[in-house]
């Protein structure tokens, strides 16, 4: 009876693992309120039970490389590339989009009002020395803000602790620090419209390709790491990709705005 009971509890949990999975994600997709609206949809189609890390896409991807995980969907496609072509994904697959603003205080005391486009942006902020608050993290968002001084031939380390503030957190942290201290900051446009603490600060740029911000679904492969879920995260992704998840990505709004556009293929 003994081995009946211990057998019977390891079938058991064997069944709920099988169902759940972890998938390492940007922050971004979080702090929207994305996973809050549609997990609850994928569970009750699927089964599934996912749980999630919200962290920096740099962060998020050396978690699925140590094999923490059995997805990766965040938003920096050519390390998202690298890491299947390292071949710890099994494929990647565009999955969302939307696009990153400058926001920062209403006096706007670098005139992005008036920029041509971010490299104008950048340049002003530059000039005016005022100050910029950057995540600092190697997130998909940092890597954006990275590539956008260097198109703008800006060292912003070289102002470091002077007009360029490190905060090495989160875009809600670095929003918060950033905004108190009548700073610029790139972020997601998701985030700013999720985001409560405004204060002071408005959207002030907005609008262009340089600053668009696609994201990306990966199975880990299980040729890595072979406690990967793989079936549920086929799943997973399969059911992120299909119609119903992307029109369910699609429906999802805050006060009224879509936050992410599908763009599966």
């Given at each position: ?75 920096a496609k ?35 009002a008036g ?36 198109a703008a ?113």
């Amino acid at each position: 009876m003994k081995h009946l009971i211990t057998f019977i509890a390891f079938a058991l949990s064997t069944h709920a693992l099988a169902d759940t999975i972890i998938v390492q994600s940007t922050t971004s997709t979080q702090n929207s309120g994305l996973y809050d609206y549609l997990l609850p949809i994928l569970k009750k189609e699927t089964g599934l039970q996912v749980n999630v890390v919200a962290v920096g896409t740099g962060q998020a991807i050396k978690n699925a490389m140590r094999c923490d995980g059995d997805v990766l969907l965040v938003h920096a496609k050519s390390a998202e590339e690298k890491f299947v072509a390292d071949g710890y994904g099994g494929y990647r697959r565009d999955l969302m989009y939307n696009d990153f603003v400058i926001v920062g205080p209403k006096a706007d005391p670098a005139n992005l009002a008036g920029a041509r486009d971010v490299i104008d942006a950048l340049q002003r902020i530059k000039q005016a020395g005022a100050k910029f608050a950057s995540r600092g993290d190697d997130s998909g968002t940092h890597k954006k803000e990275r590539s956008l001084w260097q198109a703008a031939a800006i060292d912003p380390e070289a102002g470091s602790g002077q007009w360029y503030l490190e905060t090495g957190s989160g875009m809600g942290a670095t929003l918060n620090t950033g905004l108190g201290l009548g700073a610029y900051v790139l972020t997601d446009r998701a985030t700013w419209i999720s985001f409560a603490n405004k204060q002071d600060s408005i959207l002030l740029f907005e609008g262009e390709p340089a600053l668009f911000n696609q994201y990306g679904v990966v199975p880990v492969n299980v040729g890595k790491c072979p406690n990967v879920n793989q079936a549920a995260a086929e799943t997973f992704t399969q059911w992120l990709l299909s119609n119903t998840g992307q029109a369910a990505i699609g429906a999802y709004q805050v006060e009224g705005k879509q936050l992410f556009f599908p763009n599966a293929h």
